[in-house]
C-alpha cells in the first residue's frame, strides 16, 4: 500500500470551504507545532486528535468531518455483520482520502450459562411487571463474535490505513494478516501489563484508557474483573506509566474533551489524544434526542461504572439501571449477553420519554460537550492546544501576563 508523506499530499477536498481549508503554510505550522509528532507521524495526520469508535454511536459521516479536520476518524465495527463493516468502511473511503481506523473487538466468545441468564432474567422481573412486560417471554439473543477470519477478510479488502481493536489482539495468524494488508495497528491498555503485552505482540500504538473514559473497559488480562475494574488508574496516573513502559506512541484517553486536557496528555508524555464524549452532541453523531438531552443536562457530570447493560464494566451517566439494578453485578451473563433482556425494558422506557434504562456510553468530561459540528470541534479543540503550547513555550499565563509556572521545565 501507497504511504502518504503527508495528509496535505492530497490537498483540499471537494467539501472543504475556503473558510475551513488550511493553507499548506498554516498546515506546515501545524506540523511543526505539536510537541511530538510521533503518533501524528506514524499515522499520517495532521493533528494527533483520535475520534473514539464509539459503536452505534459514531457514524462514518462524524470519522469523515474529523478526518478532513486533520485528525483521525474512526467507525466501530464490532456489532456488524462483516458485510455491513465492509459497506461502512467502504462508505467512509468514500467521503475522504485521508487515513480511517476500523474498530473490532477481541473479547471471549459468550458461553451460554442458563442458570446465570435465568438469574438476570428474575433480577429484571420487578422491572418487567412495572413496565407491563410478560418476564416469561424469551428476550432475543443479543450476540456477536469477536474478530475472526471473516472479519480479516473485510480488513485485506478495504484496507483503511488503521485497525485498533479492544479487549486485546486477535490471534497471532489474524494480526500477521492484517499487518500484512498494511495496517497500522492500535489496541487499548487499562493498566502497565496490558500495555507491555500490546507491545510484545506488534501494536504500533497504545490507548491509555484511564478510569475517566466513557464505554466499556479495555481490560483483558484480568483474572477477576471486579477487583480489577475496583483499582483502575486514572488517565493522570495511567499515561506516564505506560510512557515509561512502552517504546511505541501512546494515546491518552479519558476525561478529555477540551485544550486543556489534550496539553496535559502531552506534558503527560503522550504523543496523541482520543476523544469520544466530546463529539457526542456534534450534529454528524448519531445521539438519539433523549440521549442529547441528558449530555445537555445537570446531571452530565455524575457518570458511574457499572456492568449491568451488556455484562462488562463500562461508563455511563447515572441513570436507574446503573443505580438500582448495578452498578456491578456478580455472576452476570457473559458479555454481550445481557443487552437483550435488557434492551425490552429500554425500549419501553424510551416510549415513555425516559431514559432509565438506556446505556448512556459517557466519559467524566461529558459536562464540557461543545455542540457544534464535527470539523469545526476538531479544528477548534487544535488550535486551542496549540495556542496553549505556544503560551507554554513563551511563559505566559491564561491571563496573558508572565508566568513562571508555564514554561515547562
Same mark, same amino acid.
Given at each position: 500500500?501507497?504511504?502518504?508523506?503527508?495528509?496535505? /499530499?492530497?490537498?483540499?477536498?471537494?467539501?472543504?470551504?475556503?473558510?475551513? $481549508?488550511?493553507?499548506?503554510?498554516?498546515?506546515?505550522?501545524?506540523? %511543526?507545532?505539536?510537541?511530538?509528532?510521533?503518533?501524528? /507521524?506514524?499515522?499520517?495526520?495532521?493533528?494527533?486528535?483520535?475520534?473514539?469508535?464509539?459503536?452505534?454511536?459514531?457514524?462514518?459521516?462524524?470519522?469523515?468531518?474529523?478526518?478532513?479536520?486533520?485528525?483521525?476518524?474512526?467507525?466501530?465495527?464490532?456489532?456488524?455483520?462483516?458485510?455491513? $463493516?465492509? @459497506?461502512?468502511?467502504?462508505?467512509?473511503?468514500?467521503?475522504?482520502?485521508?487515513?480511517?481506523?476500523?474498530?473490532?473487538?477481541?473479547?471471549?466468545?459468550?458461553?451460554?450459562?442458563?442458570?446465570?441468564?435465568? $438469574?438476570?432474567?428474575?433480577?429484571?422481573?420487578?422491572?418487567?411487571?412495572? =413496565?407491563?412486560?410478560? #418476564?416469561?417471554? #424469551?428476550?432475543?439473543?443479543?450476540?456477536?463474535?469477536? &474478530?475472526?477470519?471473516?472479519?480479516?477478510?473485510?480488513?485485506?479488502?478495504?484496507?483503511?490505513?488503521?485497525?485498533? =481493536?479492544? &479487549?486485546?489482539?486477535?490471534?497471532?495468524?489474524?494480526?500477521?494478516?492484517?499487518?500484512?494488508?498494511?495496517?497500522?495497528?492500535?489496541?487499548?491498555?487499562?493498566?502497565?501489563?496490558? $500495555?507491555?503485552?500490546?507491545?510484545?505482540?506488534?501494536?504500533?500504538?497504545?490507548?491509555?484508557?484511564?478510569?475517566?473514559?466513557?464505554?466499556?473497559?479495555?481490560?483483558?488480562? %484480568?483474572?477477576?474483573?471486579?477487583?480489577?475494574?475496583?483499582? @483502575?488508574?486514572?488517565?493522570?496516573?495511567?499515561?506516564?506509566?505506560?510512557? /515509561?513502559?512502552? /517504546?511505541?506512541?501512546?494515546?491518552?484517553?479519558?476525561?478529555?474533551?477540551?485544550?486543556?486536557?489534550?496539553?496535559? %496528555? =502531552?506534558?503527560?508524555?503522550?504523543?496523541?489524544?482520543?476523544?469520544?464524549?466530546?463529539?457526542?452532541?456534534?450534529?454528524?453523531?448519531?445521539?438519539?434526542?433523549?440521549?442529547?438531552?441528558?449530555?445537555?443536562?445537570?446531571?452530565?457530570?455524575?457518570?458511574?461504572?457499572?456492568?449491568? &447493560?451488556?455484562?462488562?464494566?463500562?461508563?455511563?451517566?447515572?441513570?436507574?439501571?446503573?443505580?438500582?439494578?448495578?452498578?456491578?453485578?456478580?455472576?452476570?451473563?457473559?458479555?454481550?449477553?445481557?443487552?437483550?433482556?435488557?434492551?425490552?425494558?429500554?425500549?419501553?422506557?424510551?416510549?415513555?420519554?425516559?431514559?432509565?434504562?438506556?446505556?448512556?456510553? %459517557?466519559?467524566?468530561?461529558?459536562?464540557?460537550?461543545?455542540?457544534? #459540528?464535527?470539523?469545526?470541534?476538531?479544528?477548534?479543540?487544535?488550535?486551542?492546544?496549540?495556542?496553549? &503550547?505556544?503560551?507554554?513555550?513563551?511563559?505566559?499565563?491564561?491571563?496573558?501576563?508572565?508566568?513562571?509556572?508555564?514554561?515547562?521545565?
Amino acid at each position: 500500500m501507497p504511504v502518504r508523506t503527508s495528509p496535505a /499530499d492530497d490537498g483540499p477536498q471537494p467539501d472543504e470551504g475556503p473558510s475551513i $481549508a488550511a493553507s499548506n503554510h498554516q498546515r506546515h505550522h501545524a506540523r %511543526a507545532a505539536w510537541p511530538d509528532r510521533r503518533l501524528a /507521524d506514524l499515522l499520517q495526520i495532521e493533528h494527533p486528535l483520535v475520534l473514539a469508535p464509539m459503536a452505534g454511536l459514531g457514524t462514518v459521516e462524524l470519522a469523515a468531518a474529523v478526518c478532513q479536520a486533520g485528525g483521525l476518524g474512526s467507525i466501530g465495527c464490532a456489532a456488524m455483520r462483516p458485510e455491513f $463493516a465492509t @459497506q461502512a468502511i467502504e462508505r467512509l473511503r468514500s467521503l475522504t482520502k485521508l487515513p480511517i481506523n476500523a474498530n473490532f473487538f477481541c473479547h471471549v466468545p459468550a458461553r451460554l450459562d442458563p442458570q446465570r441468564e435465568q $438469574a438476570w432474567l428474575e433480577r429484571l422481573e420487578p422491572y418487567y411487571r412495572e =413496565f407491563g412486560l410478560d #418476564p416469561s417471554l #424469551p428476550a432475543p439473543r443479543t450476540d456477536f463474535p469477536p &474478530f475472526d477470519d471473516d472479519m480479516c477478510r473485510v480488513v485485506e479488502a478495504v484496507r483503511p490505513e488503521i485497525v485498533s =481493536f479492544h &479487549f486485546g489482539l486477535p490471534e497471532p495468524s489474524l494480526l500477521t494478516r492484517v499487518k500484512a494488508a498494511g495496517c497500522r495497528v492500535m489496541s487499548s491498555a487499562t493498566g502497565v501489563e496490558e $500495555a507491555g503485552w500490546l507491545e510484545e505482540r506488534g501494536a504500533d500504538a497504545i490507548i491509555a484508557q484511564g478510569a475517566e473514559a466513557g464505554g466499556h473497559r479495555g481490560m483483558f488480562l %484480568a483474572a477477576d474483573m471486579d477487583a480489577e475494574t475496583a483499582r @483502575q488508574s486514572g488517565t493522570l496516573a495511567l499515561v506516564p506509566q505506560i510512557v /515509561d513502559a512502552v /517504546d511505541v506512541p501512546v494515546i491518552a484517553a479519558g476525561g478529555i474533551a477540551d485544550a486543556r486536557a489534550i496539553s496535559a %496528555a =502531552f506534558a503527560l508524555g503522550a504523543s496523541g489524544v482520543q476523544m469520544g464524549t466530546a463529539y457526542l452532541l456534534c450534529p454528524e453523531a448519531a445521539t438519539p434526542p433523549l440521549y442529547r438531552q441528558a449530555l445537555r443536562g445537570p446531571d452530565a457530570a455524575v457518570t458511574v461504572l457499572t456492568s449491568v &447493560f451488556t455484562g462488562w464494566p463500562a461508563r455511563v451517566l447515572a441513570n436507574r439501571a446503573a443505580s438500582e439494578v448495578g452498578p456491578i453485578l456478580d455472576a452476570m451473563p457473559d458479555f454481550p449477553l445481557p443487552m437483550a433482556a435488557l434492551a425490552l425494558l429500554r425500549a419501553k422506557a424510551e416510549e415513555r420519554g425516559s431514559i432509565d434504562f438506556t446505556p448512556l456510553w %459517557a466519559g467524566q468530561a461529558a459536562a464540557l460537550c461543545r455542540e457544534m #459540528p464535527a470539523e469545526i470541534l476538531t479544528r477548534a479543540l487544535a488550535d486551542e492546544t496549540l495556542k496553549r &503550547f505556544r503560551q507554554f513555550a513563551e511563559g505566559v499565563g491564561r491571563d496573558g501576563l508572565p508566568a513562571d509556572n508555564c514554561r515547562p521545565a
